[in-house]
């Protein structure tokens, strides 16, 4: 393990967990790379008027760049120390990209909160680590290739990325019962800070997210989710399904702008991913294409590895809905996903059209 002290706050370090990584790892330029861009956020963070420039990701509307004031952030932080019950001297591992929010707000949650930082360059591969830590922050591709490492922290947040029913499943069946470890599922928007919601998925896995303190949910006249945030006194309307358990719970079924109509019938793909999911541990998306008596009709695509077994699964699959089962499968090398590890579903959908159209 390396610590690398602040070259102007001495009382701030960080400690780099590169096992990984040659003997000689101070002399390796990644690891200063990423010490670098830690070093930076540090400083702006010092910086009382800090503003934090992101583009948000279409929820509310047209996607657009903001700016997250210092307040704002600290709001944010506040609000998921409140709930996760983080105390200061906890200990936190920083494995997000940094020059995305979700990594910026775990290295500020740690500064902010007086926490113990550690810190590697951001990978999907399995961490090597041999300690406990309190606190991390992982995508769900990350979580699914250190299932067996998860017992070594004590709270987790997944984000970035739904967390299939497989990897739900994983994560009870490789997790001592006698661990301490938590895990959630977050929701959130650009606007709103990082997350807003958090949904318990280990030890007890509930089927609904919960607000945090200060916000609160309704539906507003297309009938999706309008997140209120009480503190600030902001609205916001999104294009997020969902049924409303009470005013801070809810549960989530997906974009009203995914949304497929095929024959008059207007179908969530999601719903659908779901309940493939739930039959077997492939990932699979579902698009509309063209079809000239349906408008549009539902066809599945999967990654050439896997299509064979999703062939089998979809002959045995008795969907909720006879008009769920997909038309056809198509198959891609990769899935396209987007830098922050989400599926991205305009571009799947054009790899698939683009050889049809011709």
Known sequence: MLRFFHPIYPKIYIQILADE?????????????????????????QNPNLTLTAQTSGSTGV???????????????????????????????????????????MLYRALHLNLEIYAVPPTTKTLQINKTIDFVALSPLQAENNVENLHLFNKIIIGGGKISQSLEQKIHTSIDKKSKTKIWETFGMTETVSHFALREVYPISKPYFECLSGFHISLNAENCMRVHDNQNQEIYDT???????????????????????????????????????????????????????LGEKLVAVVESKNKKN???????????????????IFEVEYFPRKKNGKIDRLELKKIILLPLSN
């Open 239 to 293: 294009h997020d399904i969902i049924i409303i358990h009470s005013p801070t719970q809810f549960q989530f079924f997906g974009r009203k702008d995914f949304i497929i109509n095929s024959g008059g019938v207007k179908i969530n793909p999601e719903i659908i991913e779901k309940e493939i999911d739930d039959f077997m541990e492939i990932e699979s998306y579902i698009i509309g294409i063209p079809d000239e008596v």
């Open 63 to 105: 996607p657009k760049k903001i700016d997250l004031s210092r307040e704002r952030i600290i709001q944010s932080i506040d609000r998921t120390a409140s709930y996760l019950e983080l105390e200061n001297g906890n200990s936190a591992l920083i494995v997000l990209p940094i020059e995305y929010i979700s990594g910026k707000m």
């Open 310 to 328: 999703l062939e089998t699964s979809l002959a045995e699959l008795t969907f909720t809905k006879k008009y769920f089962k997909p038309k056809q």
């Open 21 to 45: 990584f040659h003997a000689d790892t101070t002399q390796d330029k990644s690891i200063q790379d990423f010490v670098n861009q830690l070093f930076t956020e540090i400083d702006n963070w």
